[in-house]
């Protein structure tokens, strides 16, 4: 709105540069490619992505069987040699405990899995997502998180495109106030040495 009022209040203004003109159509057309584009690349993203991860999840389905596996002891997770709080924090929420599971395949296999089991016991069960060849994988992505990142994916496109529209107006209005000083240091040059002299028309 203030760009299309800068251009009807430089229309037909006596004072009016041609790099005034210039600034105020500059800021038109950067709002409306905003306005306009920034939903599109929003949505073309969003709906890329989607189309993406779903392929992955299905991929990832064929590839990753459910099984249940059977506790056979408690056990500890293999301490890490330096601190890291993302892992200390998963191994707040998951026990360690050494199971034994059937792979798609017909092959058994044990070792020390993690299980969200809050007091597991020998006997207990709990299932164990592997490959077809028995080893443990995490789970499939499901359909509402891919929605959740491709929603995601589409806001960041979106911003970009505005941020990359106004940063295209930042430089080309930059280059233009560096032309208007150019021509004011000229003009000056000009006028500047009889600046003030009686008869020189000042």
Request: with cysteine; net charge positive; proline share 7%.
């Amino acid at each position: 709105m203030r760009a299309a009022v800068g251009i009807w209040r430089w229309r037909r203004n006596p004072l009016r540069r041609a790099t005034d003109l210039c600034e105020a159509w500059l800021a038109l057309v950067a709002a409306l490619l905003i306005v306009t584009a920034a939903p599109a690349v929003g949505w073309v993203t969003g709906a890329l992505t989607e189309e993406s991860l779903r392929q992955a999840i299905r991929v990832q389905r064929l590839q990753r069987h459910a099984t249940t596996a059977t506790v056979l002891a408690p056990a500890e997770f293999p301490r890490p040699t330096a601190f890291d709080p993302e892992t200390a924090a998963a191994d707040g929420r998951r026990r360690a405990v050494a199971a034994k599971w059937t792979a798609p395949d017909g092959s058994r296999h044990s070792g020390t899995v993690p299980t969200t089991l809050p007091a597991p016991r020998p006997g207990d069960t709990f299932p164990l997502w592997t490959d077809g060849s028995g080893r443990m994988v995490p789970r499939p992505m499901d359909t509402a998180t891919a929605e959740v990142h491709a929603a995601l994916a589409g806001v960041g496109a979106a911003l970009a495109w505005g941020l990359l529209v106004e940063c295209a107006r930042r430089l080309v209005l930059w280059r233009l106030v560096r032309r208007r000083h150019a021509a004011l240091d000229r003009a000056w040059a000009a006028v500047g040495p009889d600046w003030g002299r009686t008869g020189a028309g000042s």
